[in-house]
């Protein structure tokens, strides 16, 4: 399915839950916290997977205001596409104008701040992009109020794919 789903929507095995376990901890969140020189230690992390892009997904945009950093984590073997590659950009206009472009390979991490320019997007691209995004949020309310939505679009998601019109 395309769109950011909640992993309590998903089945996955222990070693990777216990990977994930690792990303929610405490000592993930100290070093992270020394990196970037904040505070997380009231943050609630949410952490959402992806797996299909679609030709609309990649937009330039910022994270919402609720985010403090936002990581993501690849998971994709090769990448033969131009579209796809998440670009970080000096501006909201133009996504030719990039600092850095990431190819999603399996083990590639880009971490960053959710301010208020920290434009990102990437090229189309139709197909597999697995990914998680782990993100420290600023409260539990943010939080609910996420995991709520995306679980709700997955399950909408899903029931228009079994449709048949």
């Known amino acids: 399915t395309s769109g950011s789903v909640p992993l309590s929507s998903l089945t996955y095995t222990k070693k990777f839950e216990k990977f994930i376990k690792e990303l929610e901890g405490n000592k993930f ?3 992270i916290s020394k ?3 904040i505070d997380l230690s009231e943050c609630p992390v ?3 997977a992806r797996g ?3 030709k609309s997904n990649g937009k330039i945009h910022i994270d919402s205001k609720g ?3 936002t990581f993501l984590l690849y998971f994709n073997d090769s990448w ?3 579209g796809g590659k998440l670009r970080l950009l000096n501006n909201e206009h133009d996504i030719e104008d990039y600092l850095e472009e990431v190819e999603p390979l399996t ?3 880009v971490a960053f701040e959710c301010v208020e320019n920290a434009w990102h997007g990437h090229k189309p691209h139709i197909g597999m992009r697995k990914s998680i995004q782990l993100n420290y949020v600023k409260d539990s309310s943010y939080l609910n109020k996420e995991q709520s939505r995306h679980k709700l679009s997955a399950i909408v998601r899903n029931l228009y794919n079994y449709i048949k019109w």
């Open 35 to 37: 990196k970037f020189g």
């Open 29 to 31: 969140r100290e070093a």
């Open 46 to 48: 949410m952490i959402t």
């Open 52 to 54: 299909i892009c679609k």
């Open 67 to 69: 985010k403090v950093l």
């Open 107 to 109: 083990g590639t991490l």
């Open 80 to 82: 033969d596409s131009e």
